[in-house]
């Protein structure tokens, strides 16, 4: 008996370090095929955007001439974009997500609530487009310009910055507040000077990403109308503007090969932002979280 008993756990043994084998098999070759299309992506994109890549591109404007084509007024526009959308998403999105996880009550509302922002970060961009349109655009009559373009984006990704928040906050554990209550704080006192601190390195990784995704997206300024050729740069909020995404977008609508080529050097100055960007929410995690 022992001997079946003995014989059958081998065989079950076995069996488990087959299958794991070959889990972790799929997963490599999954991960290797990512990789190879990311470094064909690359390739493709550096081969062939490098020849245009200089300081004159970074700081002319756009032209009907490839050889005179720049990204300065994309670039600029870009970053005005960001700082309409960075401050009002934040704000708005830890604002929301302090509120659902400390003060509202768990009742069907708040259920409700907390379902709808969920489903909200997975509706598709050009939806968003059209609510600033109609709201924004036209509701509001703010035209088109930078602050309708950068609230639009802030309802974008204001649903994974919210979702984000709230995961950082629940990662805080019950006895900081339990502590933070025995020395007389009060609720507000407990959440400003316990809660954010420790949730703050989670808040700005998930922030920074979503304004990455902000700062690629296409479809919600063209649905309000963004420029897609300027030669000037904005002089406030209310002015008109282009950014990177619908720019690169215009060159590859081109019928000319060098613009093609114009416009991979735009991604390539995009993928450098959005690298910089993600390294700036790396490196602001891990040195928030060491004085921790």
């Known amino acids: 008996m022992n001997l079946v008993n003995k014989q059958t756990v081998q065989n079950s043994m076995g069996k488990?370090?087959?299958?794991?084998?070959?889990?972790?098999?799929?997963?490599?070759?999954?991960?290797?095929?990512?990789?190879?299309?990311?470094?064909?992506l690359l390739y493709r994109i550096f081969s062939e955007g490098t020849s245009y890549l200089d300081?004159?591109?970074?700081?002319?404007?756009?032209?009907r001439f490839p050889e005179e084509a720049g990204i300065k007024a994309a670039i600029i526009g870009s970053l005005w974009l960001m700082a309409v959308t960075a401050p009002v998403s934040l704000i708005l999105g830890v604002g929301t997500a302090i509120y659902l996880e400390e003060y509202a009550k768990e009742n069907k509302i708040t259920r409700f609530i907390q379902m709808n922002i969920s489903n909200l970060a997975g509706v598709p961009s050009v939806v968003f487009g059209l609510l600033g349109l109609t709201v924004f655009v036209r509701l509001m009559d703010m035209g088109r310009s930078i602050m309708?373009?950068?609230?639009?984006?802030?309802?974008?990704?204001?649903?994974?910055?919210?979702?984000?928040?709230?995961?950082?906050?629940?990662?805080?554990?019950?006895?900081?507040?339990?502590?933070?209550?025995?020395?007389g704080a009060t609720k507000w006192q407990t959440v400003l000077r316990v809660v954010l601190p420790a949730a703050i390195p989670g808040i700005l990784t998930g922030g920074i990403l979503a304004l990455s995704r902000a700062i690629g997206e296409t479809a919600p300024l063209l649905m309000i109308g963004a420029l897609s050729f300027i030669a000037y740069l904005p002089e406030n909020v209310w002015s008109g503007f282009t950014v990177l995404p619908i720019q690169i977008f215009n060159w590859t609508g081109r019928p000319q090969e060098e613009f093609h080529l114009v416009a991979s050097a735009g991604i390539i100055v995009l993928l450098v932002i959005l690298?910089?960007?993600n390294s700036v929410a790396v490196f602001i995690r891990n040195k928030l979280t060491k004085r921790l």
Request: aromatic share 10%; proline share 3%.
């Open 55 to 63: 300081w004159s591109f970074l700081t002319s404007f756009a032209s």
């Open 148 to 183: 309708a373009g950068g609230l639009t984006m802030s309802l974008l990704i204001l649903p994974i910055i919210v979702v984000s928040s709230q995961e950082a906050i629940r990662a805080i554990p019950k006895d900081q507040y339990e502590a933070s209550f025995a020395m």
């Open 275 to 277: 690298l910089l960007m």
């Open 16 to 40: 488990r370090l087959v299958k794991n084998q070959l889990a972790r098999s799929i997963f490599f070759l999954a991960a290797g095929f990512g990789m190879l299309v990311l470094a064909v």
